[in-house]
């Protein structure tokens, strides 16, 4: 598996993914904003995209599907219950199907949370060298999660996290949809000023630009992601000094993040 990440230069700060399959020359598409410059990539590293796949509905990780399934005859595909959210989706996906491309294995999560229809994209590390992969769309970012204010539930997400996300294993590599990654810093150090971890990836990538951000591990982001770490006790003893009335059960502790965060 070849993974080419883009950065898109616009303001939401999206990633655009082509993945590639070295035998077959084939590739997947994934969330692109920018079909022309999808499709160029793909000419320029000699491959032809036989898949699209959108992890969700919202326009900035669909726009590009008409300029891309126009070029190259891609097929759509997206979660089943997105079918009337995405125009011109031609394959369904729900949870546990694969997504076969000469080489490549991508199986298919069901990560509501951000929305309802949302899907994130694991290769397992037998199907990627040895090193499993996540293509995570707008659920889990470097440093924080995804909002849930454009038609999402906080509560599906911490259920997402709960059953989808706090499983996989260390070495999982994540390719999340957008870069927030200084923002999502500096936040995480709000509610962890005396995190090691995030101060020292907040001097790494103070001067790094968008196109050469680092690919982190899910094994890294344990470390300084406040969303990862809700049994920290900094984490939580800040919060009680902030809400005496809160809860501190994983899901007040998660919830009362994420408010933190969109209000931040």
Known sequence: MKVYRRYMHNSLRNFNY??????????IALDPLDGEAMVRLAEQEGYRIRFIINTHEHHDHVEGNPAVVAATGAQVLAHKNAIARIPGVDR???????????????????????????????????????????????????ACAGNCRNG?????????????I???PDETLLYPGHDYMKNNLAFALTREPDNTDARYWQAEVAATGEDDMPLMTLGQERLYNPFLRLHSEAIRQKLKEEFPALGM??????????RLRDEW
Do not use: W
């Open 166 to 168: 706090l499983s996989l």
């Open 18 to 27: 082509l993945i590639g399959c070295e035998t077959t020359r084939e590739a």
């Open 152 to 164: 999402g539930d906080v509560d599906e997400m911490y259920d997402t996290f709960v059953s989808q």
């Open 92 to 142: 369904g996906l729900s949870a546990g199907d694969t997504v076969e491309l000469g080489s490549l294995k991508l199986r298919v999560l069901h990560t509501p949370g951000h929305t309802p229809v949302h899907v994130c994209l694991l290769v397992a590390a037998e199907d990627n060298g040895g090193t499993p992969a996540l293509f995570s769309g707008d659920t889990l970012f470097n």
């Open 249 to 258: 059960g994983d899901r007040d502790v998660f919830r009362a993040l994420r």
